[in-house]
């Protein structure tokens, strides 16, 4: 099985930036996509970064492209998110989660995932 730990959220005002830490642990060799979902207060939980560890390559939203950045630190089973300019309407619970399957995927659909963090709270202010 596989666990996965987010980190860095918190309060910042519009304009700023956050990177939050996925750390995952146990059988992550296992992993074969990860991402970042986020669900605004009484919405939806929508994918926003999707990241396939070999060989790294990532996608994203159209809400976040230009602005976030997932990268990974292989060595250290750890998969960030760098937010820059920063929104009101990015506040949400963000969460990491991992797929150990293999096969093509939308990795924007969370059906696709079986492994969740416990999310992390994104407060931005105006």
């Known amino acids: 099985q596989v666990q996965l730990v987010e980190s860095g959220g918190g309060s910042v005002q519009g304009g700023g930036s956050l990177r939050l830490s996925c750390a995952a642990s146990?059988?992550?060799?296992?992993?074969?996509?990860m991402a970042w979902f986020r669900q605004p207060q009484g919405k939806e939980r929508e994918g926003i970064a999707v990241?396939?560890?070999?060989?790294?390559?990532?996608e994203y939203s159209d809400s976040v492209k230009g602005r976030f950045t997932v990268s990974q630190d292989i060595a250290k089973s750890t998969v960030y998110l760098e937010m820059n300019s920063l929104k009101p309407e990015d506040s949400a619970v963000y969460f990491c989660?991992?797929?150990?399957?293999?096969?093509?995927?939308?990795?924007?659909?969370?059906?696709?995932?079986?492994?969740w963090g416990q999310g992390t709270l994104v407060t931005v202010s105006s």
């Open positions: 989660a991992a797929r150990t399957e293999g096969g093509v995927i939308d990795g924007f659909t969370e059906g696709n995932y079986d492994t």
């Open positions: 146990g059988a992550t060799r296992r992993i074969t996509v």
């Open positions: 990241i396939v560890p070999k060989p790294g390559h990532t």
